[in-house]
């Protein structure tokens, strides 16, 4: 597939941008970036959109992604992944380090998960590193090598080249973070109090999340490292980490959307660790993403082995990719909360892009259109510049870039 065509500007759509910018009769683009309308006088022969009525906002961060490449593109592969991704606004994802094979952890494992991404991904990236006991000392390499930050396991992984952070290790891999100056990604179920793995909510019950994100925030302060609390299921862990300082938080739409957005995106009853939970702590959970407890909303997209199906159990993991922001905007008709979640997400990783709308930023957006019945559609979305998604349907490749642009 060639490359997507550069856009020039897109007229007659409201622009979500969280600052007061006079953008004038268009949102232009130039070189890739945002551009004021008095800046860009001249033509660049791109594309100029026409849409009338309907929203420009920010391409959204899908913070937690399993593309399981290199080592298991029969389960689905950077490229698939990235193209239902793209197809639901997201214009940047961030890979995490199990799944594949190997497992991300050395500086090589890194540096080949960027040069596939950089070959085949239709979304920006960023790759996390894992910390797992035995190697941490990989870290700093992982970290040189282009790693967004690090991820580790509170409980078991399911993978033996993937074991779980305890005691010392759990310390160990906190101090490196801190003094790499990365952040730490943490699954936080505390395994000491399960029941069982087969009960849901109650077989991991709601206090092995508490506790673990408890252990966790004491010792970030203890060592000053910066953490961040994947796939959230439980109101109480979300305002827990809404008063550190150190901490950033995220949770998925099965964890908070009604019922009715679940069927619609293919989502109820879906099986995943941690459980899904009780009727009335989603619904709390769901008051607190409206109200911006949160930094992110991720997919936590896991596809499994070949025919594997995630509701009986037999594999542990929500197909979400690309669902997040549609299942967002139509959860809470809100185009400025899922701008506003845009933004906080950019900053979890530090990354380059800020993740609004803003003159000089990287022109990775998403033009949405709100239909009559209340819900909504990507219509276009650009990354870098250049119109991937058209209409709806896929027309042509980005230029994408590791979201993380440090130089050392
Ligand atoms: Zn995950």
Known sequence: MALGPIVQAVRGATIVAPRRTRWGDALRVHDGLFARWDQSECNNGGVVLNR?????????????????????????????????????GVTTVVDMPIDSDPPTIAARDVTEKCEIFLAKSFSN????????????AEMREAALAGAAGFKGFLCDSGWDDFPRLDGESLQEALVNASRIGLRLALHAEDQSQFVSDQIGDLGRPVSSEVSAVSTILTLAGEFGAKVHLVHLSTPEAVRMVNNSPLATSETCPHYFSSDEVLVRFGLDGVVVSPPVRSASLRNELRELVQNGWLDAVGSDHSPGPPNSDSFSGQWRGAQGAGKTMLALL?????????????????????????????????????????????LWRIVDVVVGGRLVVNDSTVIGRPVVRNAISRTF
């Open 52 to 88: 009338d009525g309907m929203f420009v906002l920010p391409g959204f961060i899908d913070l937690h992604v399993h593309f399981d490449e290199p080592g298991r593109t029969d389960w689905e592969g950077v490229e698939k992944g990235s193209l239902k991704s793209v197809l639901g």
């Open 125 to 136: 990236f960023a790759v996390l590193a894992g910390a797992v006991p035995g190697r941490l």
């Open 330 to 374: 139509d959860e809470f008709d809100s185009p400025e909360l899922v701008a506003d979640y845009t933004a906080s997400a950019a900053s979890v990783y530090g990354f380059a892009t800020s993740g609004e709308i803003s003159v000089g930023g990287q022109a990775d957006f998403v033009v949405a259109e709100r239909s009559d019945n209340g």
